[in-house]
């Protein structure tokens, strides 16, 4: 059984500021990883996948992740954040089956 | 771009109704998905479709039902809602990324 998990469930920052949102799993087999944002009442979006290779990966909008096996992470950064990155951020983990798992989301304030 | 598409938006309702919500999606997708989130953002996986066969069945109350006729549509009916119901209910259609929809507000008095 998979499991996700996010730490921090609000994470504050200025605008400009880089953020790192964390996610860490717990699966012994292959995965493939991913992270969603939720703007206020919208659906998830993707921003950025991992399954195999380099294990930094890019995304929209400026963020990028990065893939430990050793540490069961794959967490989310921005080296600059801008206002309009308010929001709710969703790691997920899918096996080789079609079943996803999502971590319990991280709630980004960019202050002005 | 929308390519997950949901109706209603929003539906406030009666304990012991029944209600019906509506999915379809543009991007000739396989796998379609029905997710609850709940008031603190809580992301659970219900059913799962693969070509109008139900491949993921999560423990959910026997009141809730899948209807899918074809692979670009997915329907969700509650038989008898309780107020626990109460929730946004996400669509999702999927290759291996997910495309979700904006999502169905149930709300039951």
């Not at chain 1, 950025?48 to 890019?58: A, I, R, T």
């Not at chain 2, 771009?1 to 209603?8: H, I, N, S």
């Given at each position: 059984t998979q499991t996700v998990s996010q730490s921090d469930a609000h994470v504050t920052v200025f605008e400009g500021d880089s953020v790192e949102l964390r996610c860490n799993y717990s699966y012994?087999?292959?995965?493939?990883?991913?992270?969603?944002?939720?703007?206020?009442?919208?659906?998830?979006?993707?921003?950025?996948?991992?399954?195999?290779?380099?294990?930094?990966?890019?995304?929209?909008?400026?963020?990028?992740?990065?893939?430990?096996k050793s540490d069961s992470s794959f967490h989310l950064r921005k080296a600059s954040v801008h206002w309009s990155d308010s929001a709710v951020y969703f790691c997920a983990v899918r096996t080789g089956g079609y079943k996803v798992v999502f971590g319990s989301g991280t709630r980004l304030l960019v202050s002005p | 771009?929308?390519?997950?598409?949901?109706?209603?938006n929003y539906h406030v309702t009666q304990v012991g109704n029944e209600v019906s919500f509506n999915c379809k999606q543009t991007l000739g997708h396989?796998?379609?998905?029905?997710?609850?989130?709940?008031?603190?953002?809580?992301?659970?996986?219900?059913?799962?479709?693969?070509?109008?066969?139900?491949?993921?069945?999560?423990?959910?109350?026997?009141?809730?039902?899948?209807?899918?006729?074809?692979?670009?549509h997915l329907n969700l009916r509650i038989k008898s809602v309780e107020p626990e119901d109460s929730a946004v209910y996400l669509c999702a259609s999927?290759?291996?990324?997910q495309y979700f929809g904006p999502g169905t507000r149930l709300t039951v008095l």
């Open positions: 012994g087999g292959s995965i493939y990883l991913s992270w969603y944002i939720q703007h206020h009442g919208r659906g998830l979006q993707f921003l950025l996948k991992y399954y195999s290779g380099n294990p930094v990966v890019q995304g929209v909008n400026g963020f990028e992740a990065e893939f430990s | 771009e929308t390519a997950v598409f949901q109706t209603p396989d796998t379609m998905y029905w997710y609850k989130q709940d008031s603190k953002k809580l992301l659970k996986i219900m059913f799962s479709y693969n070509n109008k066969q139900l491949i993921v069945n999560e423990t959910v109350p026997r009141r809730f039902s899948p209807q899918s006729s074809d692979k670009a999927s290759d291996y990324e």
